[in-house]
């Protein structure tokens, strides 16, 4: 049976980030979990979170030693997405490019499809 592609991909500064996190969580999460939730002026967001546990259904995406594990109501907002972690002058953040999106909010914290 042939492997299904995964439906985003992690740069290597997300990947790095991720260990980051994992490391001084502690060891008790199994990886990083992304969802999708209804908020911001624009209608979704992307939510961020220690994963305490894998679902069934999740989606789970493994690169350079990292787990990033998809909520399954998430995946189809996130097909083709590239998670990328940018740090700048003004801060650090996970940044989401993502092929679905229609419109983004000014600020930049909320999109809709």
Do not use: W
Request: charged share 25%; aromatic share 6%.
């Amino acid at each position: 049976m042939p492997t299904r592609p995964s439906p985003i991909s992690i740069t290597p500064a997300a990947a790095e980030r991720i260990r980051n996190l994992m490391a001084a969580h502690g060891g008790d999460a199994e990886g990083i979990r992304l969802a999708v939730k209804t908020a911001g002026c624009s209608g979704l967001t992307y939510k961020l979170d220690f994963a305490e546990q894998i679902g069934e259904g999740d989606e789970v995406v493994e690169l350079d030693g990292t787990k990033l594990i998809i909520d399954p109501e998430a995946v189809m907002f996130v097909i083709g997405t590239e998670m990328d972690f940018v740090e700048d002058k003004l801060g650090a953040s996970f940044q989401f490019r993502n092929p679905n999106e229609k419109g983004r909010c000014g600020c930049g914290e909320s999109f809709t499809v």
